[in-house]
């Protein structure tokens, strides 16, 4: 193959095939700045609760945030992905 052939397959090929990657890529990306934003968030929170008389600050409340922040990512992604399923075959 010589080097114009190959230029031309990936120019005329790689845009509609890698459109899919790309918004994964930046769907995963996405995700992971969110998940560390609550994280951060869910740190910082405990740390202010251990400076309130009436409140205890706990790591285990730390993974709960970022577990129930991690799940409503998942829930977001299914759902805007069932809508993607839906237009596609409308």
């Given amino acids: 193959m010589s080097p114009g052939t190959a ?3 990936f120019h005329r090929h790689t845009p509609s095939e890698s459109s899919g990657t790309a ?6 990306i996405l995700f ?7 994280a951060i968030f ?37 759902v805007a992905g069932r809508k993607v399923v839906r237009e596609k075959h409308a």
Avoid: K, M, W, Y
Avoid at 32 to 38: E, L, T
């Fill in 7 to 9: 230029f031309h397959f």
């Fill in 23 to 28: 918004l994964a890529l930046l769907i995963a």
């Fill in 42 to 78: 869910a740190v910082s929170d405990e740390f202010h609760q251990s400076f309130v008389s009436s409140r205890t600050a706990s790591g285990n409340d730390v993974l709960i945030d970022i577990s129930g922040a991690l799940i409503g990512l998942a829930i977001c992604i299914v």
């Fill in 32 to 38: 992971a700045v969110v998940g560390f934003g609550c």
